[in-house]
């Protein structure tokens, strides 16, 4: 894309006290009912296409609304391509390829002559307001944005002129080239109506020139010298185009009008007109413009599959001069590769609706090295979930994965998303350090479960404990006994477990576990992670407190069947797995 919005500011509009967006070319808005997904769009089509707002629309009725847009691209290519009056008007505002614009509603209920653009004067460091063309310009950078709203608003929308509705707007964009191959053919048609309805037509209807006469006859009696004649319009191209609409047409059936069908109905063409207009657009030549394409909750009334086409749909229009932001509740609208710049929606009262850090900003600051970024935002983004939750629980096991839900679910009588939790899996145990501070920085409350062994390893490097920690330097102590018994087997230089012909390394963490010296060290380490965020599995890991013996799908279904059968108490340490599901609720 050319050109776009990379930002926006939005000031006292609705419940955006002071809202803060960063901007791609396919944004997606992820937050819960009422966080103000859809007023983030209102304010962002306001910018572009200016009314006068109400006092509904203003937080505080005492401070004006302010949006302020910055668009990046405008280059000095772009800049030659535009008409020469548009270009002299925003060119000397362009610095580095940036243009920063606000437009302003002091009060409710302005006059619309009244809400003007401003333009920032980098030398002056001040608003510029107005400048001359300055909406005419913006309009060919930028046109007027499609909204395709919730479907409660279908009714409303139909209601409307045809040139202002949804389906309308989809229309004209690809009717183009349909104006550009038959308007000369078509003018010479509506030529030849406009001869024979118009008031100077050459060949006027010999009924309209008899109701002109008898009228004129009466006229003349009220008012001698004064005649009139009966005239009708003769609509041009364009006029047939904002007109037009659709006719939905069932087998066996008379056409209807779009408005008259359901939601799903209306949704589901909706969508098809769009995805339509993406495989248009895909074989049309690049323009100078960006189109905005703003969406309430596309996926609304659609199967699965139907959402993964719309999806792609808006991908490829995102690449073919519109830039696309969109309201969803579906981790289907979200890819791995968009997830990084998806914006999480929150509202509280103190700060109203706000966006929390993107993933791939939060990546930037917390990884520095850019080969790691690029592993770690693999390893959240394709946790599309991350996305939908409140708090993030990371986890590395496979078991985890399988049985944590389930185990939730038993002790909680909620699943994990009715408890707004989102289960991620970990690329590895090395990882805890680095998903934790991003997802910190993402705002996202976040814990993490680690086998034991995390504690002499993972943990001393992200400086959790350390080397000379009291609890490690004595369970070290335990593990070198054991070594010397015969039991298990270790790393001389790490004093670590090491894999023997008899015992694995997670095996010998576990022969520690049980060892009753070992145990009040082990605890200590437990309840000192907690505080930071991690859970340590006390017996070693998640199997040796549940009591399976292996790591696959018949083991893990045994489980189940065991514990729906018969309770918690078939887990050979239940009271763990209880202490757990209450660690992470709190």
């Known amino acids: 894309m050319a050109h776009k919005i990379s930002n926006i500011e939005i000031k006292n509009y609705k419940s955006c006290i002071d809202t803060e967006l960063k901007l791609s070319d396919f944004t997606p808005l992820v937050g819960y009912n009422n966080a103000g997904k859809s007023n983030c769009l209102s304010a962002i089509q306001w910018l572009l296409r200016k009314s006068s707002l109400s006092d509904k629309d203003f937080y505080d009725l005492t401070q004006p609304v302010e949006i302020i847009a910055t668009i990046e691209g405008v280059s000095q290519a772009l800049l030659d391509l535009m008409p020469d009056r548009q270009r ?7 610095i580095g390829e940036e243009l920063k614009i606000r437009r302003l509603q002091l009060t409710p209920n302005a006059k619309v002559g009244d809400i003007k653009l401003s333009v920032w004067d980098s030398a002056n460091s001040d608003w510029v307001l107005n400048p001359t063309g300055i909406d005419n310009a913006i309009k060919v950078l930028l046109p007027d944005p499609i909204r395709i709203g919730a479907m409660e608003n279908a009714a409303e929308d139909a209601s409307k002129a045809k040139n202002t509705t949804t389906i309308g707007k989809l229309l004209a ?14 003018n010479r048609h509506l030529t030849e109506v406009g001869r024979r309805i118009s008031s100077e037509g050459d060949l006027r209807f010999s009924e309209l020139n008899s109701i002109d006469q008898n009228v004129n006859a009466k006229i003349n009696d009220l008012f001698p010298g004064m005649s009139v004649k009966l005239h009708f319009s003769t609509p041009t191209i364009d006029d047939l185009i904002k007109a037009g609409t659709l006719k939905v047409f069932e087998e066996h059936g008379n056409g209807r009008d779009f408005s008259s069908y359901g939601h799903g109905a209306q949704r589901s063409i909706q969508m098809a007109l769009v995805q339509y207009l993406a495989e248009v657009k895909r074989q049309s030549s690049a323009s100078l413009s960006t189109t905005l394409l703003l969406i309430d909750e596309p996926e609304l009334y659609l199967h699965p599959f139907a959402i993964e086409q719309v999806r792609e749909a808006l991908l490829a229009l995102s690449d073919a001069g519109y830039q696309v932001i969109i309201s969803t509740h579906s981790a289907q609208m979200i890819t791995p590769e ?12 103190t700060q109203g609706t706000h966006a929390r850090t993107r993933l791939s900003d939060a990546i930037q600051t917390v990884v520095p090295n850019s080969t790691h970024q690029m592993e770690q935002l693999f390893s959240l983004s394709h946790s599309t979930q991350v996305l939908f939750a409140e708090n993030v629980i990371l986890t590395e096991g496979k078991t985890e994965l399988r049985l944590l839900p389930f185990l939730f679910k038993t002790v909680s009588g909620l699943t994990m998303g009715q408890g707004k939790h989102a289960l991620v899996a970990q690329s590895g145990v090395n990882d805890t350090k680095k998903s934790l501070s991003i997802l910190s920085a993402m705002d996202l409350p976040a814990k ?5 062994d995390y504690s002499f390893n993972g943990a001393i490097k992200h400086g959790y404990t350390s080397e000379t920690d009291p609890e490690i330097v004595a369970l070290k102590a335990i593990l070198q006994t054991l070594a010397t018994a015969g039991r298990i087997s270790i790393n001389t230089n790490t004093g670590l477990p090491k894999k023997s012909n008899t015992v694995s390394a997670a095996q010998a963490f576990e022969i520690l576990a049980n060892e009753t010296s070992a145990i009040p060290h082990i605890e200590s380490l437990h309840n000192r992670m907690k505080l930071q965020g991690i859970w340590l599995w006390k017996k070693g890991a998640i199997e040796a407190h549940i009591g399976t013996t292996s790591k696959d799908e018949s083991a893990w279904a045994q489980f189940k069947h065991d514990v729906n059968q018969n309770g918690l108490t078939v887990c050979s340490d239940h009271q763990s797995i209880l202490d757990l599901i209450e660690w992470l609720q709190n």
């Open 448 to 452: 993490a479960i680690c086998d034991l």
């Open 88 to 94: 002299n008007s925003i060119e000397s505002f362009v």
């Open 173 to 186: 964009e690809f009717l183009e080239p349909v104006k550009i191959a038959h308007e000369l053919e078509l």
């Open 338 to 349: 968009s997830a990084e710049k998806t914006l999480l929606i929150r509202k509280n009262t």
